[in-house]
């Protein structure tokens, strides 16, 4: 299977700024696309910002212009690079991996990190 490996969540001021790291391995899979998603107490789990291999992305319009999602296919790595941190934005942020099996193209495995907390003051 595909294990993902988060780090960089903590805690920062209002107008901070925090860059989450996401590490893909596992040599079965094929990783696709990746995304970070976001749980905020009492919300929803909500995709933040998703990035395909060829480095298409898209964002949620409440992170639009703050965040940037990156990644370094090579090292199967994604990046969420935040902002102008505001106290919404406190959350538990997970990776996602889309992935499939190689020379398997027919089924999409989706794997998800453990969760780096993101803790904006107020």
């Known amino acids: 299977q595909v294990q993902l490996v988060e780090s960089g969540g903590g805690l920062v001021q209002p107008g901070g700024s925090l860059r989450l790291s996401c590490a893909a391995s596992g040599s079965m899979f094929s990783i696709n696309s990746m995304a970070w998603y976001r749980q905020a107490p009492g919300n929803q789990r909500e995709l933040v910002a998703d990035?395909?291999?060829?480095?298409?992305?898209n964002y949620a319009d409440s992170v639009k212009g703050r965040f940037t999602i990156s990644r370094d296919n090579a090292k199967n790595t994604v990046y969420l690079q935040m902002n102008s941190l505001k106290p919404e934005d406190t959350a538990v942020y997970y990776c996602?991996?889309?992935?499939?099996?190689?020379?398997?193209?027919?089924?999409?495995?989706?794997?998800w990190g453990q969760g780096t907390q993101v803790t904006v003051s107020s």
């Open positions: 996602k991996a889309a992935t499939t099996r190689v020379g398997v193209l027919s089924s999409v495995y989706y794997f």
């Open positions: 990035i395909t291999s060829g480095g298409s992305t």
